[in-house]
């Protein structure tokens, strides 16, 4: 069992910067998948990015485009999530979400935990 929270949204300009944390705790974390995805209203959770349990394999949406990074501190049970470059259509409630596999995985159904969400806003 795992339980995430995530911080570190809010309202940044276009061209701007955030990094978003995810705080984990269970015994599982350090051999869990991670990822970080992304909804807004009427739209699907659709993927942002998403690393293996050690941090060796990473993938990312094609919309990012090299401006974000995701990390893992297995010491510190937390994942992170730097976006750099903000632009207005990132703007969604951004989710943590933990696997009980290790591979990295894009899909939602990858994932078995998920935490409550943390809005950014990017306005123009």
């Known amino acids: 069992q795992v339980q995430l929270v995530e911080s570190g949204g809010g309202l940044v300009q276009t061209g701007g910067s955030l990094r978003l944390t995810c705080a984990a705790s269970g015994r599982t974390f350090s051999s869990s998948a991670m990822g970080w995805f992304r909804q807004t209203p009427g739209k699907e959770r659709e993927v942002v990015a998403a690393?293996?349990?050690?941090?060796?394999?990473?993938a990312y949406a094609n919309f990012v485009e090299g401006r974000f990074t995701i990390s893992r501190d297995n010491a510190k049970n937390t994942v992170y999530l730097r976006m750099n470059a903000l632009k207005p259509e990132d703007t969604a409630v951004y989710y943590c979400a933990a696997a009980e596999g290790r591979g990295v995985g894009i899909g939602v159904v990858t994932y078995n935990y998920w935490g409550q969400g943390t809005q950014v806003t990017v306005s123009s």
């Open positions: 690393l293996s349990w050690n941090g060796g394999s990473t």
